[in-house]
């Protein structure tokens, strides 16, 4: 037979067997779009607008549909109540992280984003008591954030009035929070170690948010043996991982067990205590530093990005900034600090960070979550460890609980007579048991941040504010909001 045919004939059985498998394999898994063989749906999918494309297959399959991304099958949860339904009424189920190639090699199943079951309750109940215990002792983590604020409000006074790019002095506040928290200080913005370690992280999220990392998720196998981005993304986290063991052997030769310091210091205590019973590799030093970058990545460029795409807004409606000014005048003042107990009594500064958050909609499809065992759902059966994707994006965006979601409006939170109204759509730190771990950190940080800023500076566009484009320029894994320089004038 003449080889070509030959070819043909195998290639086609091989198609049709890969067809077969992915068809069989599926059970009941909800309906979507028919899978390519090896590609799946990714040519069905514009990477370059995710969000847009998941409404779309929503529109034609339901709430609850089927995605294959390469061969693996992704339960995509589309709406408030699908969401609501899997993250809250079936929180345990529906609690373990999904697989996402690119943390395979760095974070290896351990720290707290990427690591599940057992390990991962361990260290996130661990995680959200040392938190709380840093807040109950001599600085707490509200005295940290106020130093900052005051730090970053003169960064911004040696910008003279003139129009600057906001991203850099943004970045180094949230990151300096952590770094107080987990190495006990805070860093100047000029320290060469604080530029290193911060140059690493930002270079990751650009290259996280790209298409180009979407692909890499998608084809692992392929793509490793290619030179491109997603190596940098491992060599920086080398980096940064071989900087933060430095700082553990560190604070292991001045460990004072009766004075912690510090996040590491209850970290190396906590090692110290399970050691006696066995030795869990949990706590080997490596798989500590694995926990602590955790807390930078997951802290550092998603309040940087919130702050920078908050301003944006601000300068886009300067009416919205104006009221939020007027509350800080009358509950504040201009000659003390702003804390957190002032927020209860500025319903309209609460509204308007809210709506920032609502707005930018940080993670359209949040980190992805996987099933922790084989579970009926809306008469599904999804299989264990199954990826699901939830659409945050769409329920921030709901059109009956948020009228124009489209438009940035606080009154979005806020009742007839002013006063604060709480939404359980909003849900920007997603919800049930892998709610973001920070919550009350960031919340804190973007209201000490931003009112700080707003009593010391007005803010000056370079264009008329109509001519402001508060398009996102990315929204693969996070949103990325478009270059703008503004003028910080001092009042
Ligand atoms: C505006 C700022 C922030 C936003 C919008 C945000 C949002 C999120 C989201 C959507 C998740 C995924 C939740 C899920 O899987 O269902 C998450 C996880 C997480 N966040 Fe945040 N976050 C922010 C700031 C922070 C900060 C400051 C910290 C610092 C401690 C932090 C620590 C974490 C951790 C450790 C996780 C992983 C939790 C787990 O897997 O159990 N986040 N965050
Ligand atoms: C979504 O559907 C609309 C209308 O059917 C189409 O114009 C648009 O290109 C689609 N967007 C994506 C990202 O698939
Ligand atoms: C924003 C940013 O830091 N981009 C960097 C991403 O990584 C590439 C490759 O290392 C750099 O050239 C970019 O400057």
Known sequence: ???FVVLVLSLSCLLLLSLWRQRSGRGKLPPGPTPLPILGNFLQIDIKDIRQSLTNFSKVYGP???LYMGRQPAVVLHGYEAVKEALIDHAEEFSARGYMAVTEKTSKGFGLIFSNGKRWKEIRRFSLMTLRNLGMGKRTIEDRVQEEAQCLVEELRKTNGLPCDPTFILSCAPCNVICSIIFQNRFDYKDQDFLKLMQKFNENTSIISSPWMQVYNNFPGLINYFPGSHNTVFKNYDYVKNYVLKKIEEHQESLDTKNPRDFIDYLLMKG???QHIHQPVEFSHENLAITVIDLFAAGTE???????????????HPHVTAKVQEEIDHVIGRHRSPCM???SRMPYTDATLHEIQRYIDLTPTNLPHAVTCDIKFRNYLIPKGTTVLTSLSSVLHDSKEFPNPEVFDPSHFLD???NFKKSDYFMPFSTGKRIC???GLARMELFLFLTTILQNYNLKSMVDPKDLDTTPVANGLATVPPYYQLCFIPL
């Open 416 to 418: 007839g007579n002013g």
């Open 302 to 316: 998603t309040t940087s990005i919130t702050l920078r795409y908050g301003l944006l807004l601000l300068l886009k």
């Open 64 to 66: 609850v549909f089927t």
């Open 1 to 3: 037979m003449d080889p």
């Open 341 to 343: 107990q002032d927020r």
């Open 437 to 439: 771990a920070g919550e």
């Open 272 to 274: 110290m205590q399970v």
